[in-house]
Antibody, heavy 118, light 106 residues
Framework: QVQVQQWGAGLLKPSETLSLTCAVY????????WSWIRQPPGRGLEWIGE???????DYNPSLRSRVTISEDTSKNQLSLKLSALTAADTAVYYC????????????WGQGTLVTVSS | DIQMTQSPSSLSASVGDRVTITCRAS??????LNWYQQKPGKAPKLLIY???SLQSGVPSRFSGSGSGTDFTLTISSLQPEDFATYCC?????????FGQGTRLEI
């Protein structure tokens, strides 16, 4: 049974860099696409970006200049860095596995609330 | 980018009701459409993929239909545990995008 666990700092100041890690247990990270998705309080989901089977990343153009997604296959972990934070980046951040030709998200981390406030 | 629009944004219903939620894409996405259920404080849960395929373990009262730009999620007979928020997601092209959600209330 695949389990996805994520962690990282929950309270950051404007201009700082968000850093989150997602670990996969019971399955291989490298056989799937993995995405980061966020949800501002009371709002809908926003796709941040993904890392594919070749380790290549693809980002939402709205965040591309500030985001980096990488993986450490030896640890079966995925990471997200988002720089130059503002209050608009306050959200619950999720990692999720993309599977199949439809790239549906079938396994999700538990979510990490990141609050950006001075 | 592909925009996803859901309707209604909220819906009141009762146990045993049949409900339908609609999702419209701003361009043709064939059947690259997935549906999720989300409860407060929890991650989304995949219900339907490829517009009409039921995810393993999901009750058969959930069904999906549509192709191109117009899609529907139907719950045939609402159960108490179905009161939640539902959203659609297009996976036709990155950046993947989600509908704003439909809140299903008692």
């Amino acid at each position: 049974q695949v389990q996805v666990q994520q962690w990282g700092a929950g309270l950051l100041k404007p201009s700082e860099t968000l850093s989150l890690t997602c670990a996969v247990y019971g399955g291989s990270l490298s056989n799937y696409y993995w995405s980061w998705i966020r949800q501002p309080p009371g709002r809908g989901l926003e796709w941040i970006g993904e890392i594919n089977l070749s380790g290549r990343s693809d980002y939402n153009p709205s965040l591309r200049s500030r985001v980096t997604i990488s993986e450490d296959t030896s640890k079966n972990q995925l990471s997200l860095k988002l720089s130059a934070l503002t209050a608009a980046d306050t959200a619950v951040y999720y990692c999720a596995r993309g599977v199949g030709w439809t790239q549906r998200f079938d396994y999700w981390g538990q979510g990490t609330l990141v609050t950006v406030s001075s | 980018d592909i925009q996803m629009t859901q309707s209604p944004s909220s819906l009141s219903a009762s146990v045993g009701d049949r409900v339908t939620i609609t999702c419209r894409a701003s361009q043709n996405i064939n059947n690259y459409l997935n549906w999720y259920q989300q409860k407060p404080g929890k991650a989304p849960k995949l219900l339907i993929y490829a517009a009409s395929s039921l995810q393993s373990g999901v009750p058969s009262r959930f069904s999906g239909s549509g192709s191109g730009t117009d899609f529907t999620l139907t719950i045939s007979s609402l159960q108490p545990e179905d009161f939640a928020t539902y959203c659609c997601q297009q996976s036709f092209r990155t950046p993947y995008s989600f509908g704003q959600g439909t809140r299903l209330e008692i």
